[in-house]
Nanobody, 123 residues
Framework: QVQLVESGGELVQAGGSLRLSCAAS????????MGWFRQAPGKEREFVAG???????YYADSVKGRFRISRDNAKNSVYLQMNSLKPEDTAVYYC?????????????????WGQGTQVTVSS
């Protein structure tokens, strides 16, 4: 089992940047496929980005070219660098993990979740 703690969310102006971090417990972090999801008020939780054990990355079309996911297995951490932020990026961002080898764009494909961090982009 793994525990996840996100950080880095805050209020930022449109066009700005943020870097979210997710720290994982346990000694087997490198065996997990990791993902970032987000949920805006009144909306379903949606896939943002994912990274496999081998560091292959996947992105939602809405963030491709603006966001970048990365992982540092030595630090048991996964990151989401967010650039050119837009008001529609406003949401609670969640870190997720799974022992499955492939990245799922469906939240049901992930077993472990953090508590979320709020990102607010003002226009």
């Amino acid at each position: 089992q793994v525990q996840l703690v996100e950080s880095g969310g805050e209020l930022v102006q449109a066009g700005g940047s943020l870097r979210l971090s997710c720290a994982a417990s346990g000694r087997t972090f490198s065996t997990y496929t990791m993902g970032w999801f987000r949920q805006a008020p009144g909306k379903e939780r949606e896939f943002v980005a994912g990274i496999s054990r081998s560091a292959y990355t996947y992105y939602a079309d809405s963030v491709k070219g603006r966001f970048r996911i990365s992982r540092d297995n030595a630090k048991n951490s996964v990151y989401l660098q967010m650039n050119s932020l837009k008001p529609e990026d406003t949401a609670v961002y969640y870190c997720a993990a799974t022992t499955m080898g492939s990245v799922s764009r469906d939240k049901r494909g992930f077993d472990y979740w953090g508590q979320g961090t709020q990102v607010t982009v003002s226009s």
